[in-house]
């Protein structure tokens, strides 16, 4: 990209430096991947402000700065208001406006986005559309597996990703999108051909909060001078505030759906078993190996937005049975014992709340939970989760989940204030998950919440292999 397009696409308040010719030939917003030709965002962060790296961008070969004031480096500077916007803006229009070319499914909301897109996933690919995914658990670009830093990629890894999905072959993407993407424009430029909204609960309030303006991070994404077709569940209070809202306007496609009698896409002749659901939903006969009453709320999801896509009634159904699991999401650890294990990524009230009841639905005896709270996140939601944990569950055993900065005995004590004293606390994790599987019975089911597929615990900046289903398998094997 030459100089003058990208100055053209940004259009920026000022443009310092030399009037020569030059070339762009990579986009960069960490030094360390800045190489010869990029043009480098100096974008200002919680700890750290890209302007003050601008030299050693300079050094590393980055011939343009994308700033918000004037630095020292003698190289062009384009002046904008935000580089993080204008960040996203140029990513859009040097990898060629991807998103103009590939099917864009969204999933949005505090629990079921991984478990939606999944779905999405599997019913796109039912359809023949070659879909890719990017979210929280692995990424999918043209066939092959990636691992994943974050949600939602920073906008310049996020068009990348794009545009390699569209070179090796892939029509679509099923994709998970974050708040803090929102609010931080990393999603700014994505053009979705359909976006689902699953719900809003308690979380995150470290970064947003509040719930108002954690609610309008996952708003900005509905409206906009192109807002997209959207998917919204009315189970959800904030979810029926936004169809109100969308109803005003109404400038795209709007369905609706939950277990609510007036939701357009309903759960309709529904059966719960061990085995999954079975049911219909917009005069589609469904059937899913995904257990609990929350997943069905995510089959239903997942069937508005394809229902958005055009995608055909056979092939919504044949997708949604397609998908066996998702892992660390409600998904079982098996060593032929007597009772079950169930591993699932519930962090949040909502979603603890969700699993304990669809793990009550199928013990058959007690109900058995292992689980703790991250460090240097939303603490107010830490006994909120005790309460909940003490209510639904027979045994409850409360450890360490990701105590990152935090002292994991001053988690716990959080988690205490709703949990009281009635249950056992083991901080560390692996003999917590030890202590909840010596104590289980023929028919119960054991609950290990908070961590699902993540593979690490993060401990005072070190991040420590951990895998909740390596754990509990070695503990059964025991």
């Known amino acids: 990209m030459e100089l003058e397009r990208l100055v053209a696409a940004l259009a920026p308040e000022a443009v310092l430096g030399s009037p020569d010719p030059v070339e762009v030939r990579d986009l960069a917003y960490d030094t360390h991947a800045v190489t010869p030709g990029a043009a480098f965002f100096c974008v200002p962060?919680?700890?750290?402000?890209?302007?003050?790296?601008?030299?050693?961008?300079?050094?590393?070969?980055?011939v343009v700065l994308v700033v918000e004031r004037a630095v020292d480096p003698d190289v062009p500077q384009l002046v904008v208001p935000s580089s993080r916007s204008a960040m996203a803006t140029a990513a859009d229009a040097f990898f060629g406006e991807p998103t103009r070319e590939l099917e864009v499914a969204g999933v949005t909301g505090t629990n079921g986005k991984t478990?939606?897109?999944?779905?999405?996933?599997?019913?796109?690919?039912a359809a023949g559309r070659r879909p890719g995914l990017l979210g929280t658990v692995e990424s999918r670009i043209g066939g092959a597996v990636r691992q994943v830093v974050r949600t939602?990629?920073?906008?310049?890894?996020?068009?990348?990703m794009f545009r390699e999905m569209l070179d090796a072959g892939d029509r679509s993407v099923a994709l998970?999108?974050?708040?803090?993407?929102?609010?931080?424009?990393?999603?700014?430029r994505v053009r979705f051909d359909a976006l689902v909204f699953t719900n809003l609960t308690q979380d995150h309030l470290d970064f947003h909060g509040t719930m108002e303006e954690y609610y309008a991070a996952k708003r900005r994404l509905f409206t906009g001078a192109a807002p997209p077709p959207a998917a919204v569940s009315i189970g959800d209070a904030w979810g029926r505030?936004?169809?109100?809202?969308?109803?005003k306007t109404r400038r795209a496609p709007l369905l609706t759906f939950g277990f609510a009698d007036h939701a357009e896409i309903r759960p309709e002749e529904l059966v719960l078993d061990g085995s999954g659901a079975r049911f219909r939903a917009g005069g589609i006969a469904l059937e899913s190996s995904l257990r609990g009453r929350f997943n069905v709320e995510n089959v239903l999801g997942?069937?508005?937005?394809?229902?958005?896509?055009?995608?055909?009634?056979?092939?919504i159904a044949a997708g949604v049975q397609a998908l066996a699991g998702v892992p660390g999401r409600f998904e079982?650890?098996?060593?032929?014992?007597?009772?079950?294990?169930?591993?699932?990524?519930?962090?949040?009230?909502?979603?603890?709340?969700?699993?304990?009841?669809?793990?009550?639905?199928?013990?058959?005896?007690?109900?058995?939970?292992?689980?703790?709270?991250?460090?240097?996140?939303?603490?107010?939601?830490?006994?909120?989760m005790g309460k909940i944990a003490a209510d639904l569950a027979d045994v409850v055993v409360v450890t360490s989940d990701n105590p990152r900065s935090e002292q994991p005995l001053a988690i716990i004590q959080d988690i205490l204030q709703g949990a009281?004293?009635?249950?056992?606390?083991?901080?560390?994790?692996?003999?917590?998950?030890?202590?909840?599987?010596?104590?289980?019975?023929?028919?119960?089911?054991?609950?290990i919440a908070g961590k699902g597929h993540e593979q690490g615990q993060e401990i005072d900046g070190e991040t420590l292999p951990f895998d909740d289903r390596l754990v509990a398998r070695e503990a059964l094997r025991a």
């Open 420 to 447: 009281g004293m009635n249950v056992e606390i083991d901080p560390d994790r692996s003999a917590a998950i030890a202590r909840a599987v010596e104590l289980a019975e023929a028919g119960d089911v054991v609950v």
């Open 45 to 62: 962060g919680e700890r750290a402000d890209g302007h003050d790296f601008a030299r050693q961008a300079v050094e590393n070969g980055a």
């Open 152 to 160: 939602t990629p920073e906008s310049i890894d996020l068009q990348r």
């Open 115 to 125: 478990t939606t897109a999944f779905l999405l996933h599997a019913i796109l690919a």
């Open 241 to 247: 505030q936004l169809v109100d809202e969308l109803e």
């Open 332 to 384: 079982a650890v098996d060593e032929g014992q007597s009772f079950t294990v169930l591993i699932d990524y519930a962090h949040t009230p909502d979603s603890l709340d969700n699993v304990l009841r669809a793990a009550r639905d199928i013990a058959t005896g007690r109900v058995l939970v292992v689980f703790g709270a991250g460090g240097d996140r939303d603490r107010g939601k830490r006994p909120l």
């Open 302 to 315: 997942a069937v508005a937005a394809a229902i958005l896509l055009d995608v055909d009634e056979d092939e």
């Open 176 to 188: 998970e999108a974050s708040s803090h993407a929102s609010v931080l424009h990393r999603l700014d």
